[in-house]
């Protein structure tokens, strides 16, 4: 069982930066690929990101490459996500999630076992 808590969301103007993080709890966080989602207002939950196990392996939506870095801490329990040149279409809520198969860096929302909460993103022009 994995507990995922994510920090670090709030509100920025077009072109600055935020870095999200994901605190996650259970012995077994260092096995797992991690995974960042988004669902903005009235649509579905999108993939942004994902790392394997031991950060070799990342993952990013075409959209996102060049401007959005996942990353992660397995002596602090914890998976990143590094945003910059944030844009007004960035707006939504950003999910963590944990995959307990961890020889894939799986991009559908239905492969993931473990979610966070959630935290906001706001994007203002």
């Known amino acids: 069982q994995v507990q995922l808590v994510e920090s670090g969301g709030g509100s920025v103007q077009a072109g600055g930066s935020l870095r999200l993080s994901c605190a996650a709890s259970g012995r077994t966080f260092s096995t797992y690929t991690l995974g960042w989602f988004r669902q903005a207002p009235g649509k579905e939950r999108d993939f942004v990101a994902a790392i394997n196990w031991n950060g070799a392996y990342v993952h990013y939506a075409d959209s996102l490459k060049g401007r959005f870095t996942i990353s992660r801490d397995n002596a602090k329990n914890t998976v990143y996500l590094q945003m910059n040149s944030l844009k007004p279409q960035d707006t939504a809520i950003y999910y963590c999630?944990?995959?307990?198969?961890?020889?894939?860096?799986?991009?559908?929302?239905?492969?993931?076992?473990?979610w966070g909460q959630g935290t906001q993103v706001t994007v203002s022009s």
């Open positions: 999630a944990a995959d307990a198969a961890r020889l894939r860096v799986a991009t559908p929302v239905k492969e993931y076992d473990y």
